[in-house]
């Protein structure tokens, strides 16, 4: 259970970092209470994984060399991805996460004209950012995991990454993404997924 609880945490940490769900709760960070948008943003993230995990389970039960050969192949498609993004990355690019988060929160907010309640922001929070992590490469990953691995322990270790990437974005969310490099942390994330990749195969073997 250890090795799972670490794969999900460092998979999930290393990719959400500067994802746009981290912009999104980022920036409505700086325009309502923090302490709602964590609430909200950590739910919708750990409602996710909890969907993710039991699919991962479903898939678990097909033929063991069929999920065997496809948990690879994702890793490896993944890693090669992010690779490939990495290297058309200048080290001062702007981030497209970033520019996306931010015209997705200036319309919904533009559709609110009156003041809104704990609860309306709460749920705005909820539902931009389970639409944004729906069908992100997280979500296949923390599938691909559940499906090989102790699901109790990806589980825990995804809902802590979240969980620690969404207080970052909510408390120094705008500073810290000043500093972060686009570029290192894709090619962190890419490497990351071939290891995994790595991992499963030797595993199989």
Not at 44 to 65: D, E, H, R
Request: hydrophobic share 55%.
């Amino acid at each position: 259970m250890l090795t799972a609880f670490t794969a999900g945490l460092l998979l999930i940490t290393v990719s959400e970092l500067g994802d746009k769900t981290f912009f999104i709760a980022a920036i409505l960070a700086m325009r309502h209470s923090r302490r709602l948008i964590f609430i909200g943003v950590t739910a919708a993230l750990a409602a996710m994984t909890i969907l993710s995990v039991l699919v991962g389970q479903a898939v678990s039960l097909l033929p063991k060399i069929y999920v065997y050969y496809a948990e690879i192949i994702l890793f490896v498609g993944f890693g090669l991805k992010l690779l490939y993004e990495a290297s058309k990355m200048s080290d001062k690019s702007e981030s497209e996460e970033a520019e996306e988060a931010l015209e997705e929160v200036n319309k919904a907010e533009a559709k609110i004209r009156h003041k809104q309640s704990n609860l309306a922001i709460v749920t705005k929070a909820f539902v931009m950012t389970f639409v944004a992590e729906w069908g992100d490469r997280t979500q296949f990953a923390t599938i691909s995991l559940a499906a090989g691995y102790n699901a109790f322990g990806i589980t825990t270790g995804a809902i802590l990454g979240h969980g620690i990437c969404a207080a970052i974005a909510v408390t120094c969310g705008k500073l810290i993404a000043k500093r972060i490099s686009e570029r290192s942390l894709t090619a962190i994330g890419g490497i990351l997924f071939l290891l995994f990749a790595l991992v499963s195969y030797l595993e199989g073997v």
